[in-house]
């Protein structure tokens, strides 16, 4: 598959939607490709939004275009073990498939940004939400050479900064990963732990609009007040020393 078709999949690989061979190609162009799994972790909060318990008034007109548009759907065909009608079919559907992933997450973004506007008991969006998808959201990225990477996002506006990391190893028994928010008249002050490694996202405690960066070390289990090791990644928010 074309470099350009691939990167079409990210919407529809956070909605579980492709096919075993094209998750297969979609996690290994992951492997070599930051700007997918940069658009991949913003998704991730998209999807959570989805599954929000929210009672909407649908719009006026809506029934009707179903019943009228449905007629035009053709039904996929059955499964067959010619391989090359089954690339025939996964050409056919890879664009359309990819491109209603993407419109149903950008169709959540909205909702999340107008829940609480026409409803008596709002479902809560959350805070890492709010700061992934602010107007003014920013993000940096390490990639470490053991395979792992972690982004943080971070808002003026909504003042906080979230981490999102994929692959990262779990800490070391009797270790945990320690978050720090690197002040200017303070240094390097707590921002909470992650106890476990994997694929997680955390809100960093504290304020992120005066912050110059950010920091991850590995801090004995209930973490520390002070940094007691060297960072094993450093974020710098770019707002100079």
């Known amino acids: 598959m074309q470099t350009h078709v691939v990167h079409l999949l990210a919407g529809a ?3 579980d939607s492709l096919g075993d061979d094209e998750i297969l190609e979609f996690e290994n162009h992951l492997e070599t490709c930051g700007d997918c799994r940069t658009e991949l972790a913003s998704m991730r ?15 006026d007109g809506l029934r009707g275009r179903v019943v009228r548009d449905v007629s035009g759907v053709r039904p996929l065909p059955p499964r067959t073990t010619d391989q090359t009608a089954a690339r025939v079919r ?8 990819a491109l209603a992933a993407a419109a149903a997450l950008i169709a959540a973004i909205g909702v999340g940004a107008t829940v609480g506007r026409g409803s008596d008991d709002p479902a809560p969006v959350t805070a890492s939400a709010q700061v992934m998808h602010a107007a003014d959201r920013a993000h940096t990225t390490v990639e470490s050479d053991r395979g792992w990477e972690a ?14 990391t994929h692959h990262l190893p779990p800490a070391p028994e009797g270790l945990v990963y320690q978050l720090w928010l690197d002040q200017p008249a303070s240094g390097r002050v707590s921002a909470g732990t ?48």
């Not at 996964?90 to 498939?97: A, E, K």
């Not at 982004?151 to 999102?164: E, F, K, L, M, Y």
């Not at 960066?213 to 020393?241: N, Q, Y």
Request: charged share 15%; hydrophobic share 40%.
């Open 151 to 164: 982004t943080v996002w971070r808002s003026d506006s909504v003042g906080q900064a979230v981490i999102v």
């Open 45 to 59: 909060e998209a999807v959570v939004l989805l599954a929000a318990a929210v009672e909407l008034s649908p719009p």
């Open 90 to 97: 996964r050409r056919r559907r890879t664009g359309p498939v």
């Open 13 to 15: 690989y956070a909605l």
């Open 194 to 241: 992650m106890s476990a490694g994997g694929d997680q996202t955390v809100v960093l405690v504290g304020d992120a609009t005066t912050a110059n960066g950010a920091a991850i070390t590995l801090e004995p289990t209930g973490g520390s007040t002070r940094p007691s090791s060297d960072p094993i990644a450093t974020f710098d928010f770019g707002r100079g020393a």
